[in-house]
């Protein structure tokens, strides 16, 4: 059984895989075609992804140093004009939730390039190490630090 601690961890490594994924595929781009307009909330490759990579180390830092209690703690969000409580749990669920929503429309902006867009759907499967293998020596991790020994 895994603890709700250990799946966020594992939840926003995945995150973390799939921008990883992502960025080195718009490498490839010329920089007019990554900073093109694009349809989209934030109007370009370059724009999305900065709104989404922002978050990704820190979530990773903040996922790893919290227990179950701290999963449960009520986090306060400054809204400009009120303050918003949830817990903390809730926030991180909510935070993979959009990250996974902005990547979808990189994913649409980079196949109106020469691109393709890259394969983003099996980085939760402990069975599917060997699709990640590369991605998980470029960002230094282990099986066994993401998934724990099994």
Same mark, same amino acid.
């Given at each position: !059984?895994?603890?709700?601690?250990? $799946? ?17 595929? @718009? ?6 075609? =990554? ?6 909330? =934030? ?9 989404? &990579?922002?978050?990704? +180390?820190?979530?990773?830092? =903040? ?5 179950? +209690? %701290?999963?449960?703690? +009520?986090? *306060? ?9 949830? &817990?903390?749990?809730? @926030?991180? *669920?909510? &935070? =993979?939730?959009? $990250? ?8 649409? !902006?980079?196949? %109106? ?22 991605? !998980?020596?470029?960002? %230094?991790?282990?099986?066994?630090? @993401?998934? %724990?020994?099994?």
């Amino acid at each position: !059984m895994i603890d709700l601690p250990g $799946q966020l961890r594992i939840q926003v490594r995945a995150n973390r895989l799939a921008n990883h994924r992502l960025h080195a595929a @718009v490498v490839m781009l010329p920089r007019s075609d =990554f900073h093109a307009l694009r349809a989209g909330f =934030f109007a370009s490759l370059a724009a999305t992804l900065n709104h989404i &990579l922002a978050v990704d +180390e820190r979530s990773i830092a =903040f996922c790893d140093g919290h227990d179950a +209690e %701290g999963c449960a703690a +009520e986090v *306060a969000m400054d809204r400009g004009d009120h303050v918003q409580r949830e &817990l903390a749990a809730h @926030v991180l *669920a909510h &935070l =993979f939730m959009h $990250q996974t929503h902005h990547r979808g429309q990189v994913h649409a !902006m980079l196949a %109106g390039t020469a691109i393709a867009p890259p394969q983003l759907d099996e980085f939760l499967m402990p069975s599917e190490a060997h699709l990640r293998t590369a991605d !998980m020596a470029a960002l %230094g991790w282990t099986e066994a630090e @993401v998934f %724990g020994k099994r």
